[in-house]
Every structure is written in C-alpha cells, then in structure tokens.
C-alpha cells in the first residue's frame, strides 16, 4: 500500500513510519513486506497520498469523517478556542464553556431522558467510562454484586483492556493478549444472513431473546449490571438487528433492572441518518449512549457517555464518602468540545441527517446490485453504513477460503482504481463521508464491481474458487 515515491528513500515520511510507528492492527508479515499508504491531504471525501493519487474515501477515516475533510469553518474554530482557551481542568469543580455548552448540547439531541455527560477521549474511554458508571450506579443503590457485562459474540467496543474483554470480533482475541476473567458473558450475535437452517427472522428474535432469557437466570439477575450492544454491529461485518430484536431485548433487561448501553460510536451523528440510532432507527431508548468519531467527524479525539436523570439521581444522591473516581485529563476539553458544537453546526445547517437518508437510501440500493455477483452472499447494513460478504456458495453460504484473502484483493484493486474500501476478514465494508454525492456513489459501487469481477476471474485461475 505504500506510496511508491516514497520507497526507498531515507528520509522519508514512509521510512519513518516503517521504522517506528506500530499501528493499531498491525499484521506484521505484510506491513514488514508493503509498509504504509502514506496520505499527505485531504479535502471533501477524497484523500491523497504522497504520490499524488487521490482517492475516493469510502471509509470516512474511520466511520467518522461525517463532513467531509478540510472544512474552513472547523478550522478556525478549533484556532479560535486554542487562542482563546487552550486546556481546562475539569476534575472535580472546574469547567470550560465549550464544555458545558456540549453537554447542554447533547442532552437536547439524546433520547429522552439521557441529560448528563461524561466525557473522555474516545469511544474505547466512553465504552469504559459507561461500563464503569454501571457498576458504580448499582453499588449506591446497594447493589454491588451486579458486575457481569453482557455482551455479543461479533461485537467490538474498543481496544482498551476492558473494552477488548467486553467485545468478541473474530480475529480481535489475540492468544497473546490477556483478558478480564469472568466479567463478561457473550450471548449470540443477531446475524440474520447467518442465522440457523431453517429458521425464519422471526424465529432467530425469538430464539436471540429466549438465550437472554436463560443466561439472566443461569447467571442470576443480581449478578448482572448492563448489556452493551451497538444498534448496528460494525467492526464485527455491520449486522443490523432483525426486526424487533432491540425491543424486545431491551424490554426483557429492563423487568430484571439491567441496564441498557447503546454503543454509537459508530451509528451516531448522521451515519444511518439521525443523530442517534437508538430510539428513531429501532425505537429503543437506553440508559447510557456512547458516541465519540462523528462526534467531531474525527477532526479532534472526544469521546462521550451520555447517561439518564435516573442513574444521575442515584449516583449524585448525598454521601459525604461518595467520590467518582473516574476521569482523564482531557475530560472536556475545551478544543476538542469546541469541534464537536461547530461540527453539529454543521450538520445541522447543511441538513446532513436529511441528505444522508436521501443519498444513504440511493447508496444502499446501488450496493445492493452487487448481490448478483457469484461470490457475494449478502450485501447489507443502512445508508452509509454498508458492507459486502463473500462467499465461494451462495446455497451453503460457505466462505471463501483464507488463503484467497478476497476481500484484501478486492480492497487493493480499489485503491489502484482511486477507491479505499476497508477489508476485514470475508468482507469489504464502506463508511464514507457523508456528503457522498449520488455521482460520487457511483463511482464507488462500479468501481467495487469491478474489482470484485476482477479477482473473481483471477481466484478462477487459480483454482481458489469454482
């Protein structure tokens, strides 16, 4: 992936990143032998690497460059409150206006009764942040007991030590890694496409809330202090829920008191066309929400824990001996809370919710042709939150075997047609800005296209597929 005029040169930003930089997922056999794609600017939804070649952006940075790179207006407001107030402590008594001003912000646009705000860098720190406000709500009201973390297999909630504990994706449980023993109970993952031979959707809701049924009374309702679940599964290959799953989840937890996170960090400001999915996508309102990338469209690291009056009741509930004793430095920093008010703004003036379910709803039906394809078994997800599976049978629905690594293949003729699609295991997922023209998903959708017929002929040849 490495920029080629980059290559071999000493000092070069590629050299120097091969030398010393260890990202985040590094496969080493590959990164030893390509090195990086070296991106030197980017503006709108494209991005450009050291060589000069642009691409159409179709992961968003990382689900989160929702307006769209170099934006003036965000500039200068971050310039504005760096001049103004660059750092403010906000432990215990101290606050900022852009912090405050967000949270105020926040409360407005969360469901219901979801007014108060932690904040922290990321969405892994307001992953951790919710699971930690969980435990500590049921310890004041005189329930401590309540520890276990429900969670799915599929899921993915960060890279912190707790974060990668309560998540389950495929590929991310390193043997060489260590995780928190006994927290966290894994129940099913509400994937429709791969769900049991002969069960119906309906059937498959039925049997997901029958399995939550029996691990609350295997586990024991005192024992258990929330279920976190993202709306839409992202990382884990965006599995939306079948219809009526979150509800009904929602209402079993809530009759034994367990309380319900909703990670949107990737579903939330615009990405399926609300601010948050939760409660206007599936109709469910949650006791804690978790936002962070679009947030500020990835232009500063925020995080936030959004959390109800009920749990805030509690909690701030008189005791002299009764500290919070969780935090970071950069909790509500005034810059970082600055970009996020400006990219609401945003948002909100150039109706980005409103385009994305106009554009979105264009470009899940265009991604949806390519289910034609021999080798792709589903294409799902909402607006622009999308992704392809692909399988060597469309009955059997049997994957393609590792050693094709298709969707790494696929993902490398994209870029070489001006295209980055994000691969992951059998699948390509797309998250791009969400100022996507219908033009411009064109463009993305044809040239996928032609990148799967690509090396589906090529997997041919070689023997890999039939």
Known sequence: ??????????????????????????HFDSFKRDGSLVIRD???????????????DGIGGLWCVN??????????AISDQVLKLSFSNTFTDCTNEPAAELAAKLAALAPGAL????????GSCANDTAIRLAHYYHARRGEPERRV????YNSYHGSTYLGMTVGNRDGDRSPHFRYIDGLVHHLAAPYAYRRPEGMSEAQFTDHLVDELIAAIRDIGAANIAAFIAEPIQGAGGVVPPPAGYLPRMREVLASYGILFIADEVVTGFGRIGHWFASYDEFGIEPDILVAAKGLTSGYLPLGATIYSDRIHEVISAADPQAWFTHGFTY???????????KNIQIMAEENLLGHVRTVGDY?????????SLPLVGDVRGRRFMMCVEYVADKVTRAHVPEAANMSRRIAQRCEAKGLLVRP??????????LILTRQQCDFLVDNLREAIIEVTHELRHEGLVS
């Open 1 to 26: 992936m490495a920029a080629a005029m980059d290559l071999g040169s000493s000092g070069s930003a590629w050299q120097k990143d091969y030398d010393h930089f260890l990202h985040p997922w590094t």
């Open 331 to 341: 909790s509500g920093h005034p810059v970082c809370c600055a970009a996020a008010l």
């Open 67 to 76: 307006i769209g790179y170099g934006r003036k207006e965000m500039a200068q």
């Open 363 to 371: 470009f899940e039906t265009r991604l949806k042709e390519l289910a």
């Open 42 to 56: 980017a503006q709108g939804a494209y991005v450009t690497d050291t060589a000069g070649k642009r691409y159409l």
């Open 424 to 433: 992951l295991g059998h699948l390509d997922i797309m998250s791009p800005p």
């Open 115 to 122: 007014n108060h705000v932690a904040y922290s860098v990321s």
């Open 149 to 152: 973390i429900l969670s799915r």
